[in-house]
């Protein structure tokens, strides 16, 4: 699955302008209860304005409140930030987000024009439609062997399950994989056993 489909599109996203002040950028902040925004000239993304930054900086800044409010987003925002293309795969960017901080990845062609962003929520409820919570499911563990697979979803097949997902994993322990199915069946009991 690629991240446009589970991407916020620029229309509706909340974006600041490199122009726009700092009184500006909080207030949209706050409206919409975030906690950074992209930041755009036209529709080209340039960076990304962190509400702690704006925070922090006010207090290293040494000038009035009125002075700072007044400064431009410019002044504030970080502008080395990693952006992907909208045909990367969800898992590539679950990635990221566990191997950098940012709260979310800002999605553009191949003009640097933001598309859309993608949110680490979002990214959860992904995963969470695949694997699910109030589903029936089971973990097998088989060894890796060739055919192991088909066998387990045979089995599934003959005892009245219908796998709608599946996980495989490696345990890197004696060549054993462990195999997530969530699992549709009128009595998952008989298909458990």
Wanted: net charge negative; charged share 25%; glycine share 4%.
């Amino acid at each position: 699955m690629r991240v446009n489909t589970i991407m916020i599109p620029y229309g509706q996203l909340a974006c600041i302008h490199v122009t726009d002040t700092v009184e500006s950028a909080i207030k949209i902040i706050n409206e919409h209860g975030l906690l950074s925004l992209p930041v755009v000239d036209d529709q080209e993304f340039v960076g990304v304005l962190s509400k702690q930054f704006l925070f922090e900086s006010y207090f290293e800044e040494g000038c009035s409140k009125q002075e700072f409010l007044e400064k431009k987003v410019r002044e504030f925002m970080k502008s080395k930030i990693e952006t992907i293309p909208s045909d990367l795969r969800i898992e590539e960017a679950a990635v990221m987000f566990i191997t950098s901080k940012v709260r979310f990845i800002p999605i553009t062609d191949e003009h640097n024009q933001l598309v859309g962003i993608v949110t680490q929520q979002a990214v959860f409820k992904q995963y969470q439609k695949m694997f699910g919570h109030k589903h029936n499911s089971m973990v097998i563990y088989s060894y890796d062997s060739r055919g192991a697979l088909a066998r387990v979803c045979e089995t599934i097949a003959k005892a009245g399950g219908d796998i709608r997902n599946m996980l495989v994993m490696q345990t890197d322990v004696m060549h054993l994989v462990e195999i997530f199915l969530r699992v549709d069946a009128e009595d998952f009991d008989k298909v458990v056993k």
